[in-house]
């Protein structure tokens, strides 16, 4: 090919490789695989920004370690063992750290990476972590009420004024702690903000003292019994809000408690404060009125609303004003089409996630930022815009997972600040009268033992923008057909969280 030529086919846009090899007149060679690769990286720069992830981490030194305790035998005062639930307050930071039976407590909020706490509850110093501190007791000291001699002479863990079990949700309600002991069967108060390791706390509910840890308060369900409670919340400061997980109930203070085993005054979820069957006893049937396994609930103090994780129905329901009665059905739910469906992935499967799905979900939260949800089973959070006005509302975009279709465990590859493991309790910091503030969202990311702190949402891209709410309708009653049958066989049986 001659010189000429060459330079024609150039002017005339149809040269269609770039692969010239030198002819005999002496053209030089272009190396095809130099240039592809520098046009490629930097078309790939322009066009996809880097994606928007955590920018803090607690309980791991680094977003890329994922191991309880970072690996160690004993705990750290800069490790953390599935910790479930945050709470900001002021500049202090507290998480619930399960594994370890115990509540870390920064007293300023961290700056860095993998920076220690300054304070621990449930044990006297950082190195411990044996439930209620390693004591003991047997059934027979305690059956009154149980019901069944059989458990006589078993030996379970004995709790004390300054032990913990599982601890769960924590609050700051009117500048006291509340700490859920979710193992205990107990709410614990500190009527102050602790100052020295392994304090003990003034006041419990769910218990008629400090020493006592029976499911159901002696044994029977009541108003001011508890079993295996999770979520706590106020929104206020006067009112007190648990998700009762095993009594399938929500119980709401209208007051802050005084004395010990205070009752509550509402219960959600039952038709009255002696029952406690999931979803009224008819497990595999759901309604606006009913519950089965609540662990997250949040009250918006100035629109009214509440709002309960109902995880074993897989669904979030939505009051939009506070219940004054016991029994009260909810007004909107997000994760079903409708009150009366349950499946998981709003009936399409454990493996088929989207925008609309929800896979036991665990908390939620709102503000500013958005209405968050974590999706446990998907391994993401969910984020709406804004606060969801109608029942089956897709989510606007996910954190966790590179789109509304992923739902592997750190998306099917290494931990980084993008991906997530179990995601449990939520926590949403904004500055109320600065609305310049960007916000923080930190998520107890529970499997990969370590709690991460988000500034800026990942956006989703136009072509992984949510599907239309009908087009998922229509999917799922292609899938279901008119018999109203539940896809539950995808669901591990184990997933369903029992004390």
């Excluded at 305690?142 to 601890?167: H, N, V, Y």
């Amino acid at each position: 090919m001659s010189e000429d030529n060459l330079k024609k086919m150039e002017e005339d846009d149809s040269l269609e490789s770039l692969d010239v090899v030198k002819d005999e007149e002496g053209l030089d060679e272009i190396d095809e695989d130099e240039f592809d690769e520098d046009d490629m990286e930097k078309a790939e720069s322009e066009e996809k920004p880097s994606e928007k992830g955590a920018v803090m981490v607690l309980g791991q030194s680094e977003f890329a370690l994922c191991q309880s305790n970072r690996g160690a035998d004993d705990p750290g005062d800069n490790t953390l063992n599935e910790p479930q639930y945050i709470c900001k307050y002021g500049d202090m930071l507290f998480v619930s750290d399960r594994g370890n039976n115990r509540v870390l407590s920064w007293s300023q909020l961290p700056q860095e990476n993998g920076e220690p706490a300054s304070l621990v509850l449930g044990q006297e110093d950082f190195a411990d972590c044996l439930e209620n501190r390693g004591f003991t007791t047997t059934l027979d000291e305690m059956t009154s009420g149980l019901g069944d001699e059989s458990l006589e002479g078993f030996t379970i863990s004995k709790a004390q004024e300054d032990t913990l079990s599982q601890p769960a949700g924590i609050a700051v309600i009117d500048g006291q702690l509340y700490v859920v002991d979710s193992g205990n069967h107990r709410v614990l108060r500190w009527n102050r903000l602790p100052s020295e390791n392994g304090e003990a706390p003034n006041l419990v509910l769910g218990q008629d003292n400090l020493e006592t840890n029976e499911s159901n308060r002696r044994g029977f369900v009541g108003s001011g019994s508890l079993f295996f409670p999770l979520g706590i919340r106020s929104g206020d400061g006067k009112h007190v809000f648990v998700a009762d997980k095993d009594n399938h109930r929500v119980l709401i203070w209208n007051k802050v408690p005084f004395t010990n085993g205070w009752n509550a005054d509402v219960s959600l979820g039952q038709t009255d404060m002696d029952e406690r069957e999931p979803n009224r006893g008819d497990y595999d049937r759901c309604g606006p009125d009913t519950l089965s396994f609540p662990t997250g609930v949040f009250y918006h103090e100035p629109t009214g609303k509440l709002v309960v994780v109902d995880q074993g129905n897989n669904r979030v329901l939505i009051w939009n004003k506070l219940p004054s009665q016991t029994g009260q059905a909810a007004d909107v739910v997000i994760g079903q089409k409708d009150m009366y469906h349950r499946g998981v992935n709003m009936g399409m499967g454990a493996l088929r996630p989207h925008a609309a799905g929800l896979y036991f979900p665990t908390d939620v939260v709102y503000g500013r930022k958005g209405f968050f949800v974590s999706d446990s089973g998907n391994h993401r959070v969910l984020c709406w815009r804004e606060f969801p006005a109608e029942s089956g509302q897709p989510a606007d975009l996910v954190i966790g997972q590179p789109d509304f279709l992923g739902n592997k465990v750190n998306r099917g590859g290494e931990t980084t600040a993008s991906t997530l493991n179990d995601p449990f309790g939520l926590f949403l910091d904004e500055d109320p009268e600065n609305e310049e503030d960007p916000g923080r969202l930190f998520i107890a990311d529970r499997a990969n033992s370590r709690v991460a702190m988000w500034v800026e949402l990942p956006e989703p891209a136009e072509d992984e923008k949510p599907e239309s709410d009908e087009h998922l309708r229509l999917e799922q009653d292609e899938l279901m057909g008119d018999d109203d049958e539940f896809m539950e066989e995808e669901t591990p049986p184990d997933k369903v969280p029992s004390a």
